[in-house]
């Protein structure tokens, strides 16, 4: 988990890992409290995970995902009920 920003009670699954690196530049990832990370989900910052959002494991993240949200594929899409 490079050059992230996490907050308080959140879970981050195993095999995570944040894409910062660009090849020009690093980008932040910001993980919001009670968030949770699905084990190997790939976080493409600069990219922020709200509040109490989920994401699904092996997801890949490329987009903000809103707090309390829950997200989840390749690319992850938004699965939360309506």
Known sequence: IGDATIGVNVNVGAGTITCNYDGVEKHPTV???????????????????????????????????????????????SIKSK
């Open 31 to 77: 993980i919001e409290d009670e968030a949770l990370i699905g084990s190997s989900t790939m976080l493409v910052a600069p990219i922020t995970v709200g509040k109490s959002a989920k994401t699904g494991a092996g997801s890949v993240v490329k987009s903000d995902v809103v707090a309390g949200d829950t997200v989840a594929g390749v690319p992850a899409k």
